[in-house]
T-cell receptor
Framework: DQQVKQNSPSLSVQEGRISILNCDYT??????FLWYKKYPAEGPTFLIS?????DKNEDGRFTVFLNKSAKHLSLHIVPSQPGDSAVYFC????????????FGTGTRLQVTL | NAGVTQTPKFRVLKTGQSMTLLCAQD?????MYWYRQDPGMGLRLIHY???????AKGEVPDGYNVSRLKKQNFLLGLESAAPSQTSVYFC????????????FGSGTQLSVL
C-alpha cells in the first residue's frame, strides 16, 4: 500500500522554465511533508518542508504547495537550472511517530539547455 | 564536520553470509534510521532508534537486526543474507523533537549473489 505516490517517474524541463513535481498521499494522519533531492551515488539531501497548518512555503527558487483537501502537494522550481537535474523524493510523516518518513518513489528531473 | 558516515560503501555477499553495516554521526543527534532503496519502491524504513540503547522496527524489518550501543553509532546486521536484500542502504539521523529533517549518509550498495 503506497501511502505517498509520485506518479511521474520522470520530467524534462528547459533551463529557465518552471519545473512542477507532484505528490499525492492517502494517509490523512500525515501532518508534515518534505522534499528531498538525490544525486547519483549520494544520499538524499533536504530541500524544503511544509507543515499541514500552512498551504505554501517558499525558499528561494523552491516553493512547496499543500492542498490538504485533495491530499496533494507540489514542488515548484523557478527558474529551473541544469544543476537541479536529480531525483526528487516527496516524504511525509505525522507527529508522534519519531518522524518516521514515508517516501514516494521519486521523480527524475532533467533540466535541458 | 563529517555528518553521517556509512561504512562500507560497496559490498558483495554470497547467500547465507553475514555482515554489519556501520553508521556513524557526529552531530549529537538523538534519532537514527536505516532505510533501503529499491528501484520503483522509494526508500523504505527498516529499523530506527530514538536514543542510545533503544531500537524499533520499521516497515521492512525482517532479516535485519540493529543495535545502538553508543549514541553516535547505529549498526545494521544481516545474519544470513538473501538475494532479496540486494539494495542500497541509507542511514539517517536527526535531532530530537518534532518535525525535524533527516540528514542522510551517502549509502551502501549491497549485492547478494
Amino acid at each position: 500500500d503506497q501511502q505517498v505516490k509520485q506518479n511521474s517517474p520522470s520530467l524534462s524541463v528547459q533551463e529557465g522554465r518552471i519545473s512542477i513535481l507532484n505528490c499525492d498521499y492517502t494517509n490523512s494522519m500525515f501532518d508534515y511533508f518534505l522534499w528531498y533531492k538525490k544525486y547519483p551515488a549520494e544520499g538524499p539531501t533536504f530541500l524544503i518542508s511544509i507543515s499541514s497548518i500552512k498551504d505554501k512555503n517558499e525558499d528561494g527558487r523552491f516553493t512547496v504547495f499543500l492542498n490538504k483537501s485533495a491530499k496533494h502537494l507540489s514542488l515548484h522550481i523557478v527558474p529551473s537550472q541544469p544543476g537541479d537535474s536529480a531525483v526528487y523524493f516527496c516524504a511525509a510523516s505525522h507527529t508522534g511517530t519519531a518522524s518516521k518518513l514515508t517516501f514516494g518513489t521519486g521523480t527524475r528531473l532533467q533540466v535541458t539547455l | 564536520n563529517a555528518g553521517v558516515t556509512q561504512t562500507p560503501k560497496f559490498r558483495v555477499l554470497k547467500t547465507g553470509q553475514s555482515m554489519t553495516l556501520l553508521c556513524a554521526q557526529d552531530m549529537n543527534h538523538e534519532y537514527m534510521y536505516w532505510y533501503r532503496q529499491d528501484p520503483g519502491m522509494g526508500l523504505r524504513l527498516i529499523h530506527y532508534s530514538v536514543g542510545e540503547g533503544t531500537t524499533a522496527k520499521g516497515e521492512v524489518p525482517d532479516g535485519y537486526n540493529v543495535s545502538r550501543l553508543k549514541k553516535q553509532n547505529f549498526l545494521l546486521g544481516l545474519e544470513s543474507a538473501a538475494p532479496s536484500q540486494t539494495s542500497v542502504y541509507f542511514c539517517a539521523s536527526r535531532v530530537g523533537g518534532t518535525n525535524e529533517k533527516l540528514f542522510f549518509g551517502s549509502g551502501t550498495q549491497l549485492s547478494v549473489l
